[in-house]
């Protein structure tokens, strides 16, 4: 393999190049697409993410918050999943305290920007359900 070129830079020219042929693409708004995954009611929660089939195990609420930290421990680089995470846990029964909480225990392990990344997201989320 004579070839001195990156084949993973190459490969990412040319999909951003075929990126810029669709028109809609510089229209597509993140948020809205997240309206398409509403937040699912506390009791569907608990059943299939909480003790109902694990008896003496996590409820959802203390599931969602370990999702949340490692959420948080990948650098809150997905931030769809972090967004609809806090949603879920606050239906779950997680407050402001308890969401912050977490995301502030992670600064140790995944360092500042993570973290104040993640708490920015995450204040955006509350500020936007209080609103409404």
């Known amino acids: ?20 042929a669709f028109p ?18 506390k009791d569907v929660m608990e059943a299939m993410f909480g003790n109902a089939f694990n008896e003496g195990g996590l409820d959802a609420r203390t599931r969602l918050l370990l999702t949340l930290a490692g ?11 972090v967004r609809q995470t806090v949603r879920h846990a606050v239906e779950a029964g997680a407050t402001d305290q308890h969401i912050s909480e977490t995301i502030a225990m992670m600064s140790m392990f995944a360092g500042i920007p993570a973290t104040t990344k993640a708490m920015d997201l995450a204040q955006a989320v509350l500020k936007e359900d209080k609103e409404t």
């Not at 393999?1 to 810029?20: G, I, L, R, V, Y």
């Not at 809609?24 to 009611?41: L, N, Q, S």
């Not at 959420?71 to 999943?81: F, K, P, R, S, T």
């Open 71 to 81: 959420l948080v421990m990948q650098g809150a680089q997905n931030e769809i999943a």
């Open 24 to 41: 809609a693409m510089e229209a597509f708004d993140i948020r809205k697409f997240e309206g398409m995954f509403p937040t699912m009611p």
């Open 1 to 20: 393999m004579s070839d001195s070129t990156n084949p993973f830079a190459a490969m990412m020219a040319q999909m951003q190049e075929m990126a810029k």
